[in-house]
């Protein structure tokens, strides 16, 4: 019995050999990987069928109790039997691919046994096919790839294996050369078949785990490459920020050449084929165009498919994905070789991850374009609450001076244009310099103090050099409208002050007076919300406000501070960097 030991251990290292060849193919990884399909179940079946074979015919001949010869085992005699390995090519197949996979490397391996002859091949060829069975129907619960399993199956190959003996007692006749020869080979067959068994699934579970950590890289690979290409995706479909996308992708795939396109027209390719795959140009493959129509992935593995009107096209293979914002195609994305071979699975999984990870990165563009030009609208609605009695009460003064100063009615007139330029200005335009705004103040006051000579005072205390800063239009003058008609009573001669000073990187706007101030429980709402009131709504404070905080966020603020019979002022904080919300389409928005 232990002298069968060394030479059933010969066998099963072999088979082993075998196994971690096989396990270096890229053939027999993908049979692996892609165990449901047709055409990969029949390759297994044909693999672990094999191992059967081979087992089989390297077996170690027993005759009459007798390990009587180690030779390639073509014919067995009818008084003897084989000490083999084929129970454990029979048990991994089953477990690997299923009842089908097990059925039928039971039946090549059994059948196969039968053939050779010998006191035990009835025997030998049912426990096989039955081994095969049982191990199929049971694959779902003993997953190889799952190392947690691993002790699972080698002690369900080592039951078979018992099974196995227990069939040759069944039914090898005579009995007693059927107990004899259990009594040799059970135990080396069941102690080889399960360490074969355990190094056979080891290496199965190194492929799944390669497998695994591959994806892993590819996934870090792809967030990387996504996380690089945002700031660009997040501008939308344009030459500029694809050429620079497309860069990028280039240089951590192993693409020969990157192409990006709307609906229209190539915006980008870079690398191989860039001398004819022009941007702006119109689409250079039909096969983009099928994509686009499609919305569907296509893998290309020939020039004729890629169908590229230049005939010296290097391009042979290609990937092209479609991108998408809320299901609807809007471009594709495609990764080109100059091999086939090139384009493998590992590269195939990185596109389509890519491929959708830029879809949302242009959901995402969209969905801030829509958010941009929401809050655009709001702050144009807001801009536009301005009084329109203020325009009939000027056209009123204007009049009335016509006869008696002509002059006078001129320069109103002139103020009054400068006026509604300025709210024209502002309805355009999300930020105007500080000079242009203090403009539309003096304009507003010329046209009131015309109105009322000699009921206040005006005053400006403005820092030159912020005259060009940038700051929302409509900011000042409804300030110092607020001032002039509700802080002061109609005997009261009031002072407004407006100043404008650098401070703590950034810039202070205040307009104060030295009316009769606002009450507590007033002051707690003005800026917040409108009020109902005989002196006002609060609307101008609020719109003020509500403008800074849509523009600025957090990097900006507004407050207001009263005394009763003391005055009011209202303290702005704007920042001089330009740390909005949306810079690049504010300045956008400014340059149109």
Known sequence: MFALLPLMLERVGILIIVAFILSRMKSFRQVIHNERGIAAKVTIIAIFGAFGIISNYTGVEIGHGMVTSQDWLTDVDSTGAIANTRIMGVVIGGLLGGPMIGIGVGLIAGLHRLSLGGFTAIACAVSTIFAGVVTGFLSKRFKIQESGSTSKAVIMGILMECLQMGIILILAKPFDEALNL??????????????????FLLIIQDIFKEQERTRALQTHKALYIANQTLPFFRKGLNMDSCTKAAEIILKWTGADAIAITNQQQVLAHVGAGCDHHL??????????????????????????????????CPLEAAIVLPLKVYNKTVGTLKLYFTHSSKLDRVEQELAEGLGKLFSGQLEMAELERQRRLLKDAEIKALQAQ?????LFNAINTIS??????????????????VFFRSNLQGARQMLIPLEKELEHVEAYLSIEQARFPGRYEVKFEIDPSLEEVLIPPFTLQPLVENAIRYAFSKAQTGT?????????????LITEDN?????????EILGNQTVQSADGTGTALWNIKKRIEEIYGSHASFQINSIVDKGTSVVIK????????????VKSIYRG
């Open 182 to 199: 259990v009594k040799l080979i059970a135990f080396p067959m069941i102690a080889i078949n399960g360490l074969g068994t355990l190094l």
């Open 279 to 312: 941007p702006s140009g119109t689409m250079a493959t039909e096969l983009t165009k099928k994509v686009l129509d499609r919305g569907k992935i296509i893998i290309a593995k020939s020039a004729a498919e890629i169908r590229c009107f230049n005939s010296n």
């Open 386 to 390: 301005v009084h329109p009695h203020f």
């Open 400 to 417: 009335s001076l016509v006869r008696k100063d002509a002059d006078q009615a001129r320069k109103l007139l002139i103020q009054l244009s």
């Open 496 to 508: 407004v002050l407006v100043r404008a000073f650098q401070d703590e990187g950034g810039m202070i």
């Open 515 to 523: 009316g009769k101030g606002v009450p507590l429980e007033k002051l």
């Open 574 to 585: 704007l920042p001089l960097t330009g740390q909005t919300w949306g810079e690049e389409s």
